[in-house]
C-alpha cells in the first residue's frame, strides 16, 4: 500500500470513529426522551422497537468500522471510494438528533432529507446492491446503505408528522393513504435491484410502526396498514433473497462494483 494511501485510510478511521461515536450519542439522546413524546402521530412506532433497530445498526457499524483495520485489498479500494457517505451520514443523524430533541422540527427535516441525498447518491452513484461475494455485501450495502436508508424514509414521514402537528381526524385519513409509500418505495428496490436487505428493514420498520400506533388506538387502520405491509415485504423479501442465492449458485452475479471497473481500466 503506498504512503499515501495509508495515510488516507488512517484519516479515514479516525473519522469514522469520531462521527460514530456521535452519531452513537445522539441516538442514545433521542432514545431518552419520553415514550408519550414519541407517540402522538400517526407514524410513530414502538420506542422500544426502534431502539432494537439502532442497536442491531450500530453494532454493524461498529463491525464495518473494525474491518477497515484489516482490509483485503478489493474492500480498501470499496472503503476508500464509498466510505466517506458513512461519516456523513454519522455527522447528519447526530445533528437530527439535536435538533429534533430540541423541538427544531422544520430543520430536522430539513436535514433527514439532506441525508436520504447522501445515502441515494451512495445507492446509486456507487452500486453497493451489486457487491460480491455475499459477505463484502452484507459488511458493507447493509451497513451503511440498506438499513440508514430505510431509517430515513421512515424518519422522513414522521419527523414531518411531528413537525405539521399531525394528530387529529384528517391527518390520519392522509397518513393512512401516504403509508403505502412504505411498501412502493421498497417494492421497487427489491422489484428492480433485489435489495432483500432494504425490504427487511422496512418491514422491521413497518412492525415498530404498527405496534406503536395498536398501543395508541386500538381502533385504528394505520396499524392495520402496517402490518400489512410489513408482512407483504417479509415475505417479498424472503423470496428476493432466494432467488438472489438461486442465480449466484447458477452463475448469473451481479456485476461487480463499477469502481472496480475504474481501477481495472486505470491500470
Do not use: C
Amino acid at each position: 500500500m503506498a504512503e499515501t494511501d495509508q495515510q488516507q485510510l488512517n484519516t479515514y478511521k479516525a473519522v469514522s470513529i469520531i462521527t460514530l461515536i456521535l452519531s452513537i450519542y445522539g441516538g442514545l439522546k433521542y432514545s431518552g426522551v419520553p415514550e408519550n413524546y414519541l407517540s402522538h402521530t400517526p407514524y410513530s412506532g414502538s420506542n422500544i422497537l426502534l431502539i432494537i433497530y439502532w442497536g442491531v445498526l450500530y453494532l454493524w457499524q461498529i463491525l464495518y468500522t473494525v474491518q477497515t483495520f484489516f482490509p483485503d485489498e478489493y474492500r480498501l479500494l470499496i472503503v476508500q471510494l464509498v466510505g466517506w457517505h458513512f461519516p456523513i451520514f454519522n455527522v447528519l443523524h447526530y445533528v437530527w438528533a439535536e435538533l429534533f430533541t430540541s423541538g427544531h422540527y422544520f430543520w430536522s427535516e430539513v436535514i433527514v432529507i439532506v441525508n436520504l441525498f447522501n445515502i441515494l447518491g451512495l445507492y446509486f452513484s456507487h452500486k453497493t446492491f451489486t457487491l460480491r461475494p455475499v459477505g463484502n455485501w452484507l459488511l458493507i450495502h447493509a451497513p451503511l446503505v440498506a438499513l440508514p436508508f430505510s431509517w430515513l424514509l421512515y424518519v422522513l414521514f414522521w419527523n414531518g408528522a411531528v413537525w405539521l402537528h399531525i394528530h387529529k381526524t384528517w391527518g390520519r385519513i392522509v397518513a393512512n393513504v401516504f403509508i403505502w409509500d412504505f411498501l412502493l418505495v421498497p417494492g421497487l428496490f427489491l422489484l428492480i435491484f433485489n435489495d432483500w436487505a432494504i425490504g427487511f428493514s422496512s418491514s422491521y420498520l413497518m412492525f415498530a410502526l404498527a405496534f406503536g400506533q395498536l398501543a395508541t388506538k386500538v381502533f385504528a387502520l394505520q396499524w392495520i396498514f402496517a402490518f400489512v405491509i410489513a408482512g407483504i415485504l417479509v415475505v417479498w423479501s424472503a423470496g428476493s433473497m432466494i432467488i438472489g442465492g438461486v442465480r449466484q449458485a447458477s452463475g448469473e452475479s451481479a456485476p461487480l462494483l463499477v469502481v472496480e471497473e475504474e481501477r481495472v481500466g486505470g491500470n
